[in-house]
């Protein structure tokens, strides 16, 4: 059974905080709690905060803020889908604050996006309560199942999705079965010659070890010179500093087969908070510390 409870009293003063045990962040929210659900998998709440906007968390880690979240759904999705651009069908595992679909839907192209959340608390908070961030989760184009994404990839066909993002949360709970090699082998199975994937791939420097584990995973299932790790800046997330992996199937390079011209036109008509062609070129620009993490562990 699914416990909740209404919103609740919430000091003012309270900090909500993320942290590894060693060192985190803090986030100083204001007014009553908004939302807190225990679902059968996690925690599931969201807070008003002081300067962010509305704020999800999941087992007290931030998920994503108003005011933040478009640098990490811009780019893990613009990235892939303004480099080939023949995509038509997308599976999105995760994503169940609805910010991912709601940029792929900009799209014009894309012609079917499954959607796999194992979670229906999330879908439901977010719908609730970050409406900007959730608008096209009744989007005709979208197939929503709540599901098991690690199931789903097991028996999904070959040779299915032209793009499949992964979308997760920090590999603990139901997110840690995303993190494993076996996992990766399907969705590689799953993809078109020529397809692509995007990841959320932590922090280099809050989740070290699982940073340069999933690194590793990747290139030895899709090639070393098919793995692509790239850098994005959100200030609400620990660190600031977090890493997206871009992975091809025998297919497009992220830098060589970006169409600029395209890409700026986009920004442009959708008006777009982070994405730009050359952010999307500098993300690629790893600082030292980082390519000795990867490269010295392949």
């Known amino acids: 059974m699914i416990a909740s ?5 919430i000091n003012s003063n309270e900090w909500v905080t ?11 929210i204001k007014g009553d709690r908004l939302f807190h659900e225990v679902s059968p998998y996690q925690t599931v709440e969201v807070f008003d905060t002081h300067d962010r906007g509305k704020m999800l968390t999941i087992d007290r880690m931030v998920m994503c803020t108003e005011a933040d979240e478009a640098a ?8 892939p889908m303004l480099t080939h651009s023949e995509i038509k069908n997308v599976l999105v595992i995760g994503a169940g604050d609805g910010g991912t679909i709601r940029e792929l839907v900009k799209h014009p192209g894309v012609e079917q996006i499954t959607m796999v959340e ?3 608390v999330v879908v439901r908070a977010s719908k609730q309560f970050l409406p900007t961030i959730s608008s ?18 097991e028996n999904a066909a070959d040779n299915s999705y032209d793009l499949v993002i992964i ?17 990766y082998q399907d969705v590689y199975r799953c993809l ?8 959320q791939s932590e922090s280099p420097i809050f989740h070290q070890k699982t940073f ?17 790790c790239y850098l994005i800046f959100i200030p609400m997330y620990p660190t600031g500093m977090w890493s997206l992996t871009y992975c091809s199937k025998q297919g497009a390079h992220p830098l060589e087969d970006l169409n600029r011209e395209k890409a700026a036109e986009f920004v442009k008509k959708h008006e777009l908070r982070y994405y730009n062609t050359k952010i999307h070129q500098a993300a690629f620009t790893l600082p030292e510390f980082i390519k000795k993490m990867l490269y010295f562990n392949i």
């Open 5 to 9: 409870e209404q919103p609740g009293q």
């Open 18 to 28: 993320d942290s590894n045990g060693k060192f985190a962040i803090s986030i100083r």
């Open 72 to 79: 990490y759904h811009e780019m893990i999705v613009h990235v």
């Open 118 to 120: 194992i979670d229906e």
């Open 136 to 153: 096209a989760l009744e989007h005709p184009k979208l197939n929503l199942l709540i599901d098991d994404g690690i199931k789903f990839v």
């Open 167 to 183: 979308d997760s949360s920090d590999p603990v709970g139901p997110s840690e079965g995303l993190f494993t090699q076996s996992f």
């Open 192 to 199: 078109r010659p020529g397809g692509l994937v995007t990841v």
């Open 212 to 228: 340069v584990d999933l690194n590793k995973c990747l290139k030895q299932i899709f090639g070393v010179e098919s793995v692509h």
